[in-house]
């Protein structure tokens, strides 16, 4: 049975249903049944009963005379007639004694008996009936009938009941299988419709309702259910799209650079690590070009930082279209570059592609509504082989645009094995540096500056010196670039100021005044208060401010908007002598000298070196005087080696000369004995000529 029922409960709805309606009409069609046979039954016996006492009290009345007469054949006869109704079985008048007065019984075959119904058992019927006469008992009636017909009835009923029932059944089965339809088919929908979405997961499927019931419910709570379940997919696939989006976003942030959007260092780590790690053979090999641009600071320092990082967009975009789409162009950091290129087949080829690099950076570009230059050092390093190690050519790159850098700067280099060391050596100098000055191995040399049209000395520029324990000499154009690029030169350009202005004071004293030159780096320009220390200093030195000269170089003054144009004004209000430095080498525009204060204009060497015998140098010299004439400017002329370089000079109308010539950069003890010298010598010569005065002239 419980099997039987577990079956039943795993079933589908429709054949549930069905055997439902099966059992419970069944059992309410049995029920009837039954109910009607009892009711049947009982209205039949009742009715039979009736009848059969009616009958027997006629045959009693009857019978009373022959009882009286004790005529017992005639009793008998009257008894007989009964045999006329087919369900009688037997009749008899027994006395009270018990003796049977009469009896009848009718003949084996009896119609009744015909009928087929059993004569024994609970079918038979006895009904006794009183015989009476003046009140007094004399005897009983017992008549026995047949109660079959009464059976065969309920048969009859109860088979038309069972036929009805059958029909009913059949009638109703049918119905209820359309009408269960009604609850089975939406049900069924819905259990397909939740397979469909649990198997091809699509949730923008929906139950159609069809009905308010419960089944109508539970489509309802399905399709919310369902969209519940889809709005919050959406929303976490949207949330997941988000969180990939940021992560893409802080990644890319992470691997380039802000300002130029190039790929950056961390980006370069990576690439190169997969390019190692890479196996796959490929054509050609790669040469890392590592690209530093000239004077970056100052362009910061001058025009300031947003005009510097204007000028690394542009760099930046000028690399890319310089480039094939397979190389890889990264910003390193500051104003450094490292360009990957790929599939290079010889030596040459990376020079070719190195040179195409600086040829885009030099182009000119405009800032500050000025056509404006920059230019950069390459250095270069080629893959011997086709597994390349990108940390040693990073090295080899580095040093070999250092060694481009010493060497004037806007230039190439390839890689060589003695750069490496040089490249070291600047590491270890660097490092050195911070101790020099507390370890007391810098010195300031001082180089005479001579008025050339009398030979007097006027002044002198101060000139640093390391005196390195191991190495011996350091030239400052090793470490003063070294001390710039580490700051450092802040802290040794006050050094070198307070020195040589204190020695000039002291000099002064004993002499006839002479100026001091002190070369002044655009690092120190960046210390917004460096004017204000700069008179500390001076005063502190006891040399009159206007015997203070600071050497500035072009590139420190060209932008008129930047800090160092206000320093200067500052510097030259103060009384301080402005000479600008290296004049011509650089990029200024002369359109710029006459905003500021500056007293002197110092020709490079560059353009006295090839003198007298270049006829461009000296034209160019010529023109650089009379400018400065013009501007109220005097010319210093630098590096005069010669006799005949100098006698130019002094033709073209430069004020003043500097070199080997005259003299070398001295040290202090022996400067003194140079300014005793020149200016006894000068004051003899003055004496014999204001003796002689034909022979002066
Ligand atoms: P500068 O200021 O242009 O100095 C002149 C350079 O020319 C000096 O080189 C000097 O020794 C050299 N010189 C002078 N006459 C002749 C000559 O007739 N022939 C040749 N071939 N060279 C001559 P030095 O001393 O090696 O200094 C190099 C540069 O280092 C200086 O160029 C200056 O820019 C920088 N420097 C030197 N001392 C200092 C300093 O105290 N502070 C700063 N910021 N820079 C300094
Ligand atoms: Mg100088
Ligand atoms: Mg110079």
């Not at 009848?51 to 009373?64: F, H, M, R, S």
């Not at 009744?112 to 009904?127: S, T």
């Not at 802080?250 to 961390?266: F, I, K």
Request: with cysteine; hydrophobic share 45%; glycine share 8%.
């Amino acid at each position: 049975m419980r099997r039987h029922w577990n079956t039943l409960r795993d079933i589908p709805i429709r054949q549930k249903l069905r055997r439902f309606q099966l059992m419970t009409s069944l059992i309410s069609g049995l029920c009837t049944t039954a109910m009607l046979v009892l009711i049947v039954w009982n209205v039949e016996y009742r009715k039979a009963e009736h009848e059969a006492g009616l009958k027997a009290g006629i045959v009693a009345e009857n019978a009373l005379p022959a009882l009286l007469l004790r005529d017992s054949k005639t009793a008998e006869e009257i008894l007989a007639r009964l045999g006329r109704d087919s369900e009688v079985l037997g009749a008899r008048i027994i006395e009270p004694n018990g003796r049977i007065f009469a009896s009848f019984r009718p003949p084996d075959g009896n119609p009744g008996g015909a009928k087929g119904i059993a004569r024994e058992g609970l079918l038979r019927m006895r009904v006794n009936t009183a015989i009476v006469s003046g009140g007094e008992r004399l005897a009983t009636l017992e008549v026995e009938s047949d109660r079959g017909y009464v059976v065969a009835q309920i048969l009859f009923y109860g088979g038309a009941v069972l036929l009805s029932m059958v029909l009913s059944m059949l009638i109703g089965n049918s119905i209820a299988v359309h009408l269960q339809r009604v609850i089975t088919d939406p049900l069924s929908a819905l259990v397909a419709l939740m397979k469909n979405v649990s198997v091809d997961g699509n949730l923008s499927q929906r139950a159609t309702i069809t009905t308010q019931d419960e089944i109508g419910e539970l489509g309802e709570g399905f399709n919310r259910m369902i969209a519940h379940i889809e709005q919050r997919n959406t929303a976490l696939g949207n949330e997941l799209a988000e969180r990939q989006r940021v992560e893409q976003r802080l990644e890319h942030q992470a691997l380039h650079d802000q300002v130029t959007g190039l790929p950056n260092r961390h980006f370069f780590r990576r690439r190169t690590d997969e390019l190692m790690r890479d196996t796959a053979p490929r054509q050609g090999s790669r040469a890392l070009l590592f690209i530093d641009l000239d004077n970056f600071k100052y362009v910061n320092d001058t025009f300031g930082h947003d005009c510097g990082d204007r000028l690394l967009i542009v760099v930046g975009e000028r690399l890319s279209a310089a480039v094939r789409a397979t190389d890889m162009v990264v910003r390193f950091g500051g104003d450094e570059f490292v360009v990957v290129l790929d599939q290079i087949a010889n030596l040459p080829q990376a020079q070719l592609g190195a040179r195409k690099v600086l040829d885009a950076v030099i182009q000119p570009f405009k800032m500050a509504e000025q056509n404006f230059f920059i230019t950069c050092s390459i250095g270069v390093a080629m893959a011997a082989g086709p597994s390349e190690n990108f940390d040693e050519l990073l090295k080899k790159a580095d040093a070999a645009m250092y060694v481009a850098k010493s060497a004037g700067k806007n230039g190439i280099r390839l890689w060589e094995p003695s750069m490496s060391n040089e490249s070291r050596t600047r590491f270890e100098l660097e490092a050195e540096l911070h101790q020099a000055l507390d370890n007391h191995e810098l010195e300031l040399h001082y180089q005479p500056i001579i008025e050339l049209a009398t030979g007097r000395i006027a002044g002198l520029e101060a000139l640093m010196r390391w005196h390195h324990p191991a190495r011996g000499p350091v030239s400052p154009a090793v470490f003063i670039p070294i001390a710039e690029d580490s700051g450092l030169i802040v802290r040794l350009g006050e050094w070198a100021m307070l020195t040589a202005f204190s020695q000039a004071a002291r000099w002064n004293a004993r002499f006839d005044p002479l100026f001091m030159a002190v070369n002044v780096s655009g690092r120190q320009f960046r210390d917004h208060a460096f004017a204000s220390k700069a008179q500390t200093i001076a005063r502190a030195s006891g040399l009159a401010y206007g015997m203070c000269e600071l050497e500035v170089t072009e590139t420190m003054v060209m932008g008129h908007s930047g800090e160092a144009a206000r320093i200067l004004g500052e510097l030259s209000a103060a009384g301080f002598s402005l000479s600008l430095d290296d004049f011509g080498t650089g990029y200024s525009s002369l359109a710029y000298l006459k905003r500021f204060a500056l007293d002197k204009l110092k020709i490079d060497r560059s353009f006295v070196m090839d003198l007298p015998d270049d006829v461009e140098d000296a034209a160019i010299t010529e023109a650089i005087v009379g400018l400065a004439k013009t501007l109220s400017m005097r010319t210093v002329a630098e590096g005069i080696e010669t006799a005949a370089q100098a006698a130019m000079l002094r033709q073209l109308g430069c004020q003043y000369g500097q070199g080997y010539f005259f003299s070398r950069p001295l040290p202090a003890e022996q400067v003194a004995a140079f300014i005793a010298n020149n200016q006894a010598e000068h004051a003899h010569r003055r004496g014999a000529a204001e003796a002689k005065p034909s022979l002066a002239r």
